[in-house]
């Protein structure tokens, strides 16, 4: 098994629901290890890196307005960002989630219990990072390196 990091990020809807500790709670259930966390308020400039992705994609100001708070009743951008590390975390990490689109997650997974469609915007609580290329490049933009456990 290889070992890796990954990142996620716990979404303005799940903060606003008080998930945070239940959704750590799953991952650390899959013998994950958090090796990073801080709460972030996200700068449009920061989530535009992030999503870099997405350049050009008619879902980018969505995800842009919702990150950033705009759908939600959060005083700022707060964002919960942790480095989880383990056996195959990035997969793991993954399947844990479910399907980006919460009507398509199976109900036992993260985004299929917490995630919804709302208004016309989807709130799947959590983003992690696709492969473990992405994550490095993701856990560089969100931590500075002494923010990391080895």
Not at 27 to 33: D, K, Q, V
Not at 44 to 71: C, I, T, W
Not at 92 to 111: C, F, H, I, Q, S
Request: charged letters at 25%; proline letters at 5%.
């Amino acid at each position: 098994m290889l070992m890796e990091q990954t990142l996620i990020l716990i979404k303005p809807d799940a903060i606003e629901k008080r998930l945070t500790g239940i959704i750590l709670s799953r991952f650390e259930a899959l013998g994950l290890e958090i090796a990073g966390a801080k709460v972030v308020c996200a700068t449009e400039e920061l989530l535009r890196e992030h999503y870099a992705n997405l350049q050009g994609s008619p879902f980018l100001d969505g995800v842009l307005k919702f990150m950033l708070g705009e759908y939600n009743h959060l005083p700022d951008h707060r964002i919960h960002a942790f480095v989880l590390r383990g056996e195959n975390a990035v997969a793991r990490v993954r399947a844990a989630l479910g399907a980006t689109n919460p009507e398509k997650a199976d109900p036992w997974t993260l985004r299929g219990q917490f995630g919804c469609i709302k208004n016309g915007v989807m709130q799947n609580a959590v983003h992690a990072s696709g492969t473990p290329e992405e994550a490095q490049r993701e856990i560089n933009l969100w931590f500075k390196p002494e923010e990391v456990l080895k």
